[in-house]
């Protein structure tokens, strides 16, 4: 399955589509990675500016919220196992 070649990646954070078994990912990956579902897969298949057009405001707001948001998570992992 292709869980076990992200494991063997090892990446800090990864996004899944909507359909995805969270718990599975979890269980595979371990709950020391930033994991993110319901990411719109038709962005990659028809573009960004397919799904945002006329929104780039909102877009852009949403990236500050999950950048800031990734980083807020990242650190207190950090501040936990370390």
Do not use: H, Q
């Amino acid at each position: 399955m292709f869980m076990d070649d992200i494991k063997i990646l090892n990446p800090d954070g990864i996004s899944f589509e909507a359909s995805t078994d969270l718990d599975e990912v979890i269980r595979t990956l371990g709950k020391d990675k930033i994991i993110e579902g319901n990411i719109d897969c038709r962005i990659i298949e028809n573009g960004i500016r397919t799904i945002f057009s006329g929104k780039w405001d909102e877009l852009r707001k949403r990236l500050k919220i999950f950048l800031v948001l990734s980083f807020v998570v990242r650190t207190a992992l950090t501040t936990i196992y370390l």
